[in-house]
């Protein structure tokens, strides 16, 4: 069965109520650079488990942000729903698979691969070495221009913490804190987003 909303269904009347996740999960990396979008997010899918009710709902994890609030999300508010995390499904050349990649050009798609591949890098140079909080800034920042010497306009790529998305501190980074590169960046006019977890 699919239940399958108009947007009157949903909003018959005007939204004057709406949900605020805390400015540490909202307000950054995504939420930076698209204000009040996880607003919107937290707002309208109260509103579909409202009308569903569902025991479980399968999230992507590509949108990594996105499930971090809707996991917390549900766990404020004591709402029975389990969330499960699905895994992102990539193309043969590791792109993250997404309706925006139809907007890549055919020279944008060859390049496109390169984000997951600087995710790799990264991921492999803090599981590696462990940095300290200066190194790993220097080795975000290399990212950011490496992406920026092939044409990109990179928007943020940075290490986080996976279970709250704040940035890790010299302690998580010398212990066994799960981590997680996240990464945002315009090829042409597409924005794609992408992120590697870090055991």
Same mark, same amino acid.
């Given at each position: 069965?699919?239940?399958?909303?108009?947007?009157?269904?949903?909003?018959?009347?005007?939204?004057?109520?709406?949900?605020?996740?805390?400015?540490?999960?909202?307000?950054?990396?995504?939420? !930076?650079?698209?204000?009040?979008?996880?607003?919107?997010?937290?707002?309208?899918?109260?509103? +579909?488990? =409202?009308? &569903? /009710?569902?025991?479980?709902?399968?999230?992507?994890?590509?949108?990594?942000?996105?499930?971090?609030?809707?996991?917390?999300?549900?766990?404020?508010?004591?709402?029975?729903?389990?969330?499960?995390?699905?895994?992102?499904?990539?193309?043969?050349?590791?792109?993250?698979?997404?309706?925006?990649?139809?907007?890549?050009? !055919?020279?944008?798609?060859?390049?496109?691969?390169?984000?997951?591949?600087?995710?790799?890098? +990264?991921? =492999?140079? &803090? /599981?590696?070495?462990?940095?300290?909080?200066?190194?790993?800034?220097?080795?975000?920042?290399?990212?950011?221009?490496?992406?920026?010497?092939?044409?990109?306009?990179?928007?943020?790529?940075?290490?986080?913490?996976?279970?709250?998305?704040?940035?890790?501190?010299?302690?998580?980074?010398?212990?066994?804190?799960?981590?997680?590169?996240?990464?945002?960046?315009?090829?042409?006019?597409?924005?794609?987003?992408?992120? +590697?977890?870090?055991?």
């Amino acid at each position: 069965m699919l239940f399958a909303p108009t947007e009157r269904d949903l909003y018959p009347e005007p939204q004057d109520y709406r949900i605020t996740p805390p400015n540490h999960l909202g307000n950054t990396l995504e939420g !930076e650079f698209r204000p009040g979008f996880f607003e919107g997010v937290c707002t309208v899918v109260t509103k +579909l488990f =409202n009308c &569903v /009710q569902p025991r479980v709902a399968v999230f992507g994890k590509k949108d990594y942000q996105q499930l971090m609030v809707i996991r917390n999300l549900v766990k404020q508010l004591a709402m029975p729903i389990e969330i499960i995390a699905a895994p992102t499904i990539r193309a043969n050349d590791g792109l993250a698979l997404s309706s925006r990649n139809a907007r890549l050009s !055919e020279t944008e798609r060859l390049e496109a691969p390169f984000l997951f591949k600087q995710l790799h890098v +990264l991921a =492999n140079q &803090v /599981q590696s070495a462990r940095p300290g909080l200066n190194q790993l800034l220097e080795m975000q920042s290399h990212a950011m221009q490496a992406l920026a010497q092939r044409g990109w306009k990179p928007d943020y790529f940075e290490v986080r913490r996976q279970r709250d998305l704040v940035r890790p501190t010299e302690q998580n980074l010398s212990d066994n804190t799960a981590l997680v590169v996240l990464a945002a960046a315009r090829l042409g006019e597409t924005r794609l987003i992408d992120n +590697l977890e870090i055991h």
